[in-house]
């Protein structure tokens, strides 16, 4: 579970859960993320990255007017997807226990976040 919250205008808290359910909200983040769950988040991204790979590559034989979309489309998975494994390698070497927030700087680790919940949340057709 995510140890983390989010703080409303109203000083009310919710979850980063809720916060990534409506990543367009208006609220602005106060995390304290392990490497663990973040490490989790990545593993996710991978396997969403994955499964639309493999949906590309079969559109490939569809059609011959649109082979060579669906070829390219597929390379640039595979490269997201060599991104997300540099990322986990990283994450691997780390403490699991440690906050994610002393490796990064608050910036990096926002974008990271919102990196890693639209690769998890996007379906095949969208990527």
């Known amino acids: 579970m995510v140890n983390s919250l989010l703080k409303f205008k ?28 973040l490490l989790e988040l990545v593993d996710e991204a991978i396997a ?7 949906v590309n590559k079969q559109r ?3 059609s011959p007017h649109t082979s060579w979309e669906f070829t390219q489309r597929s390379l640039e998975l595979q490269n997201e997807l060599d991104k997300l494994n540099k990322i986990k390698d990283y994450l ?10 002393k490796r990064f700087s608050k910036e990096e680790f926002e974008e990271l976040l919102k990196y890693l919940t639209m690769l998890r949340e996007m379906k095949e057709h969208e990527f």
């Open 92 to 101: 691997i070497k780390l403490d699991p226990n440690e906050e994610a927030e």
């Open 10 to 37: 109203s000083f009310s808290f919710i979850s980063v859960a809720e916060h990534l359910k409506y990543p367009h909200s208006n609220y602005s983040m106060v995390l304290k993320m392990r490497i663990r769950e």
């Open 60 to 62: 490939i034989f569809e």
């Open 48 to 54: 969403n990255v994955k499964v639309a790979i493999v």
